[in-house]
């Protein structure tokens, strides 16, 4: 009985130690992993009924109000300056580049002429008077661009 006994305790005692190294060996990995998503899980529990609706209601619109209202000014003051800039000098900026009669570049402080609708410009003094002579036969070749053939 007394042998029983002790090989019982014994083998208690070795269970209970075993099951203690086990756990603590166990444990410590265990400590590591468990311990942080308990920590996760019991936040979001208490957090999930006050806090997640604040912060979700409030950060959702944010975001798309932010890029609307950064992204519709940028866009619209881009769009707008750009072409206002550009269109501005084009009405009265000549249609060619050369002037038709001598080939010369078109020179912006010339006066310019009116054909059909166009803007001609002219590269010298001489060939505005032999443009007004015969407009209809320079003229397209000014709205060309292109070098008039005699
Ligand atoms: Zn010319």
């Given at each position: 009985m007394i042998r029983?006994?002790?090989?019982?305790?014994?083998?208690?005692l070795?269970?209970?130690?075993v099951?203690?190294?086990?756990?603590?060996?166990?444990?410590?990995?265990?400590?590591?992993?468990?311990?942080?998503?308990?920590?996760?899980?019991?936040?979001?529990?208490?957090?999930?009924?006050?806090?997640?609706p604040?912060?979700t209601?409030?950060?959702?619109?944010?975001?798309?109000?932010?890029?609307?209202?950064?992204h519709a000014?940028?866009?619209s003051?881009?769009?707008?300056t750009?072409?206002?800039?550009?269109?501005?000098?084009?009405?009265?900026?000549?249609?060619?580049?050369i002037c038709?009669?001598?080939?010369?570049?078109?020179?912006?402080s010339?006066?310019?002429?009116?054909?059909?609708?166009?803007?001609i410009g002219f590269?010298c003094?001489?060939?505005?008077?032999?443009?007004?002579?015969?407009?209809?036969?320079?003229?397209?070749?000014?709205?060309?661009?292109?070098?008039?053939?005699?």
């Amino acid at each position: 009985m007394i042998r029983s006994v002790s090989v019982f305790l014994f083998a208690f005692l070795a269970g209970a130690a075993v099951a203690l190294v086990a756990r603590t060996v166990r444990h410590a990995p265990h400590a590591d992993a468990p311990e942080p998503p308990l920590v996760l899980e019991q936040a979001p529990m208490v957090s999930n009924a006050l806090v997640p609706p604040a912060p979700t209601a409030a950060a959702a619109p944010q975001p798309p109000e932010t890029h609307a209202h950064a992204h519709a000014p940028a866009a619209s003051a881009t769009s707008a300056t750009t072409p206002v800039r550009s269109e501005t000098p084009t009405v009265a900026r000549p249609v060619n580049t050369i002037c038709a009669i001598c080939g010369m570049d078109v020179d912006p402080s010339l006066p310019t002429e009116q054909y059909q609708g166009h803007t001609i410009g002219f590269g010298c003094r001489a060939c505005p008077p032999k443009f007004r002579a015969e407009p209809d036969k320079y003229g397209p070749a000014y709205v060309r661009n292109e070098l008039h053939a005699p």
